[in-house]
């Protein structure tokens, strides 16, 4: 079944290859969407495709992402589908 989710990655996930790690593993799993920078510091994915790989990018933020990222926190908001994007880019 298809979902969208919307991620807000708390912690140190800026300037440490975060986005750019999120959009290969978005596409890894075939997802669609978006990952950009948050004037406050956090992250935000926007991220749509079938529910167990929206689990398994969680659980990747979840992890810690890459190597220099330290996740603190995850909020995460099941949205309803849109089907809006054609494929994952970095914003």
């Not at 890894?28 to 167990?52: C, Y």
């Not at 933020?61 to 309803?80: F, H």
Request: some cysteine; overall charge negative; proline content about 1%.
């Amino acid at each position: 079944m298809k979902r969208r989710v919307d991620l807000k990655i708390h912690g140190r996930v800026q300037g440490v290859f975060f986005r750019d790690s999120s959009q290969r593993k978005a596409k890894e799993l075939n997802l669609s969407g978006f990952v950009k920078n948050e004037p406050d510091g956090t992250v935000q994915i926007i991220a749509e495709g079938e529910e167990k790989n929206l689990e398994e990018l969680i659980e990747w933020c979840r992890a810690g992402g890459t190597e220099y990222a330290r996740v603190d926190q995850v909020e995460i908001k099941w949205l309803e589908l849109s089907d809006q994007f054609d494929n994952f880019i970095v914003k």
